[in-house]
């Protein structure tokens, strides 16, 4: 076989090397033809190569899911660390590896990023993965429901606001997961009621309401609009005909109630109940739906298409979560903080719904969603989080690691210098408060590290030490970044002799960052070197 490169580069040693040998019937997964039974490969080095070259011919690097051990992911898991260590950069992993569980698929390997990214990125195309970041005006509303309003604009000019309930991220995502889960059950033979109010719909458009006419429900009542949600769903359909004001049949009240009056358990529209507590026994617009669920049933049985749910596989659907700890966990989760536990998911056997306040749904969490958090523990220690939540996910702690840095750049060694500095914070501060390791990861120069120090280490140590110069002159190991400022003493004789003022208190400022000590290599290696450090000062 002739060379193989990629980016002109031979990558034969990035296969991972195989400890014990091969047989042939195992070696047809990878592709080979194989020419004898009942013999084995003994040179690894060839049969490596041909892994690469099998590899290489699909076009990208892949990790054959037999060879990676993925443990059982939890359903609830939080990535907590301080700043710069990957959390968020590492939950496309954690969702990949989810996915990789319940899907028999392939993932690009670790150092083929760009790849994984697209693998990512077709997932929440596919709306298996959603992303939110909470804050501090994030709420129930935009996590679970809400209510919006919309304007519609039926007659001439006139406006009407109405309210329309939305659901918000986490719903969403639990309604498609529910659905899959529903669909994979042995034997499910449910009917579709999506699809088909869908298919009635566009029914009713194309054949009437686009050519102008209205569909005709019973006793000149027609339907003469089929009104759309702000995501442009259909949502309800807009009575005519006789009804001059403007009445609607919402599509969730059908949903509610149509397999009833297949079941023969709606039989006059009396028996249509209210959405809300009423004093009526019967819903306002009950005698119209009532003639809706007739035509919905004699269009369902003229089709010549099945309207029953196809039985699919059991998807993962994932939640991902960033700085979950920035908001109201409480008041953003609300009563879910108890559906999300394991046991009281949607097909577990203390499985629970509640019903929810402002659609007055009964909702449940499937047990195929998984919920991945990020937490920056500078910003908030996880001893301070809801003790609701810390019950209920596992967490998984990322500090910074050295070892992905370089030991070179420009003479700078970055694995020292950043070990130097989180030991110093580490002492004067706690472990939560250290500097990531991807402040620095790029870094290949000493252009670079200079506007990482003036532009995000400097300003991450004065919020660290609010700024007591002194502790953050300390932390650089006195390098010259920070320098002690002796002000002219005329302007504070009257001061320092006040009784409650320390006179002896010594001022520091940042050395300007157009002084030429930024673009020395001395200065960052003083931060891990005494001998750099005492040769520099001597300099001085």
Same mark, same amino acid.
Request: hydrophobic fraction near 35%; proline fraction near 3%; charged fraction near 30%.
């Given at each position: 076989?002739?060379?193989?490169?990629?980016?002109?580069?031979?990558?034969?040693?990035?296969?991972?090397?195989?400890?014990?040998?091969?047989?042939?019937?195992?070696?047809?997964?990878?592709?080979?033809?194989?020419?004898?039974?009942?013999?084995?490969?003994?040179?690894?080095?060839?049969?490596?190569?041909?892994?690469?070259?099998?590899?290489?011919?699909?076009?990208?690097?892949?990790?054959?899911?037999?060879?990676?051990?993925?443990?059982?992911?939890?359903?609830?898991?939080?990535?907590?660390?301080?700043?710069?260590?990957?959390?968020?950069?590492? %939950?496309?992993?954690?969702?990949?590896?989810?996915?990789?569980?319940?899907?028999?698929?392939?993932?690009?390997?670790?150092?083929?990023?760009?790849?994984?990214?697209?693998?990512?990125?077709?997932?929440?195309?596919? =709306?298996?993965?959603?992303?939110?970041?909470?804050?501090?005006?994030?709420?129930?509303?935009?996590?679970?429901?809400?209510?919006?309003?919309?304007?519609?604009?039926?007659?001439?000019?006139?406006?009407?606001?109405?309210?329309?309930?939305?659901?918000?991220?986490?719903?969403?995502?639990?309604?498609?997961?529910?659905?899959?889960?529903?669909?994979?059950?042995?034997?499910?033979?449910?009917?579709?009621?999506?699809?088909?109010?869908?298919?009635?719909?566009?029914?009713?458009?194309?054949?009437?309401?686009?050519?102008?006419?209205?569909?005709?429900?019973?006793?000149?009542?027609?339907?003469?609009?089929?009104?759309?949600?702000?995501? =442009?769903?259909?949502?309800?359909?807009?009575?005519?005909?006789?009804?001059?004001?403007?009445? @609607?049949?919402?599509?969730?009240?059908?949903?509610?109630?149509?397999?009833?009056?297949?079941?023969?358990?709606?039989?006059?529209?009396?028996?249509?109940?209210?959405?809300?507590?009423?004093?009526?026994?019967?819903?306002?617009?009950?005698?119209?739906?009532?003639?809706?669920?007739?035509?919905?049933?004699?269009?369902?049985?003229?089709?010549?298409?099945?309207?029953?749910?196809?039985?699919?596989?059991?998807?993962?659907?994932?939640?991902?979560?960033?700085?979950?700890?920035?908001?109201?966990?409480?008041?953003?989760?609300?009563?879910?903080?108890?559906?999300?536990?394991?046991?009281?998911?949607?097909?577990?056997?203390?499985?629970?719904?509640?019903?929810?306040?402002?659609?007055?749904?009964?909702?449940?969490?499937?047990?195929?969603?998984?919920?991945?958090?990020?937490?920056?523990?500078?910003?908030?220690?996880?001893?301070?989080?809801? %003790?609701?939540?810390?019950?209920?996910?596992?967490?998984?702690?990322?500090?910074?690691?050295?070892?992905?840095?370089?030991?070179?750049?420009?003479?700078?060694?970055?694995?020292?210098?950043?070990?130097?500095?989180?030991? @110093?914070?580490?002492?004067?501060?706690?472990?939560?408060?250290?500097?990531?390791?991807?402040?620095?990861?790029?870094?290949?120069?000493?252009?670079?590290?200079?506007?990482?120090?003036?532009?995000?280490?400097?300003?991450?140590?004065?919020?660290?030490?609010?700024?007591?110069?002194?502790?953050?002159?300390?932390?650089?190991?006195?390098?010259?970044?920070?320098?002690?400022?002796?002000?002219?003493?005329?302007?504070?004789?009257?001061?320092?002799?006040?009784?409650?003022?320390?006179?002896?208190?010594?001022?520091?400022?940042?050395?300007?960052?157009?002084?030429?000590?930024?673009?020395?290599?001395? %200065?960052?290696?003083?931060?891990?070197?005494?001998?750099?450090?005492? %040769?520099?000062?001597?300099?001085?």
């Amino acid at each position: 076989m002739k060379e193989i490169k990629e980016d002109g580069k031979f990558i034969i040693n990035k296969i991972q090397k195989l400890e014990k040998t091969i047989s042939l019937n195992d070696a047809r997964e990878y592709g080979f033809k194989v020419p004898q039974r009942n013999q084995n490969f003994y040179n690894m080095f060839v049969l490596n190569y041909l892994l690469l070259a099998n590899n290489l011919i699909k076009g990208k690097k892949m990790i054959i899911d037999d060879e990676v051990n993925i443990k059982n992911p939890p359903l609830n898991q939080i990535l907590y660390g301080p700043p710069g260590t990957g959390k968020t950069y590492h %939950t496309i992993d954690k969702a990949l590896e989810i996915i990789l569980k319940e899907e028999k698929i392939q993932i690009p390997s670790e150092d083929d990023r760009v790849n994984r990214k697209k693998l990512f990125d077709e997932y929440i195309k596919n =709306g298996q993965i959603v992303f939110t970041t909470f804050h501090q005006s994030y709420g129930y509303e935009e996590f679970v429901e809400g209510i919006k309003p919309v304007m519609d604009s039926e007659q001439g000019n006139s406006k009407e606001v109405e309210y329309e309930i939305k659901d918000g991220v986490f719903k969403e995502l639990c309604k498609k997961a529910n659905k899959n889960y529903l669909s994979s059950n042995e034997n499910n033979n449910e009917l579709d009621l999506d699809k088909l109010i869908f298919e009635f719909a566009n029914y009713i458009n194309q054949n009437f309401i686009n050519k102008g006419d209205e569909f005709p429900l019973e006793n000149r009542v027609n339907i003469k609009e089929i009104l759309l949600n702000s995501k =442009g769903e259909y949502r309800s359909f807009l009575l005519g005909g006789s009804i001059k004001s403007p009445q @609607r049949l919402t599509i969730d009240i059908i949903k509610r109630d149509y397999l009833n009056f297949k079941e023969n358990k709606i039989l006059d529209y009396k028996d249509i109940k209210p959405k809300y507590e009423s004093q009526s026994d019967y819903h306002g617009n009950a005698i119209y739906y009532f003639m809706f669920y007739k035509k919905l049933k004699e269009f369902e049985n003229t089709q010549n298409v099945s309207f029953k749910n196809i039985n699919e596989k059991l998807k993962p659907y994932i939640i991902i979560i960033d700085e979950i700890n920035r908001g109201n966990v409480s008041k953003i989760f609300g009563e879910l903080i108890t559906l999300i536990e394991p046991s009281k998911r949607i097909g577990e056997s203390e499985e629970l719904k509640i019903t929810l306040p402002y659609s007055g749904e009964k909702f449940g969490v499937p047990k195929n969603v998984y919920i991945i958090g990020t937490m920056n523990t500078a910003d908030r220690s996880i001893t301070s989080l809801d %003790t609701a939540l810390r019950r209920r996910f596992e967490f998984v702690e990322m500090m910074p690691d050295v070892s992905k840095l370089s030991i070179d750049c420009e003479g700078v060694n970055l694995q020292e210098l950043l070990k130097a500095i989180n030991t @110093r914070i580490e002492y004067l501060l706690d472990r939560e408060k250290t500097i990531g390791h991807a402040f620095f990861i790029s870094i290949d120069s000493l252009e670079k590290l200079k506007n990482v120090f003036q532009n995000k280490i400097i300003p991450l140590l004065q919020e660290y030490f609010y700024n007591n110069y002194a502790l953050i002159d300390a932390v650089l190991n006195n390098n010259g970044m920070i320098f002690e400022d002796k002000k002219d003493n005329k302007y504070l004789q009257k001061i320092k002799n006040l009784d409650n003022v320390d006179n002896e208190k010594n001022i520091y400022n940042i050395t300007s960052f157009n002084d030429e000590i930024w673009d020395k290599p001395e %200065t960052y290696q003083a931060i891990y070197d005494d001998e750099k450090n005492k %040769t520099k000062n001597d300099e001085q």
